[in-house]
């Protein structure tokens, strides 16, 4: 049995027909498409399906599709306002070097994303605190702590609101 929903998907009203035991993140990424969340674990342990709901980071795994119904999603598609425009964050995780394999990225690009909503300058603690639910088994975390840390210091590359992919190499 199939329920249609309405949400708002990256600032898209969207419906779609889901099943009762749907996650978030099978919807998102096999109905919607977007599957620059990604599915690791699949139990809420890796963090790699981060998504932000309703301006709070959620793993996408552990809620059901039909939760979500209302809800405003932000993806790490939605981040970017276009093609060739980067987010702070992601401009600052080129940077930094803050990604190897890229796997766990999109997760913790949205829980720092949802940090910095919300408090504009964290400590290096918050931002640890922040990220905790995320693992990353290529960079270690300095290089990740170090791209969030600077995007929230407003410095390097973040002195501009964007910059395009080719600017950030």
Known sequence: MREVIQLT?????REVAVAFNRSLLDTLRTEIGLTGTKKGCDVGECGSCTVIMDGKPVNSCLVLAVEARGANITTIEGLQPS???THPLQDNFMRCGAAQC?????????????LLDENPKPTVEEIRFAIAGNICRCTGYSKIIDAIA?????CGACDK?????QEAS
Do not use: H
């Open 102 to 114: 890229g796997f766990c990225t999109p997760g913790i690009v949205m829980a720092a994303k949802a």
């Open 161 to 165: 609101t964007s910059v395009t992919p």
């Open 83 to 85: 093609a060739d425009v």
């Open 9 to 13: 998907i990256n600032g898209e009203d």
């Open 150 to 154: 600077m995007t929230a210091e407003g």
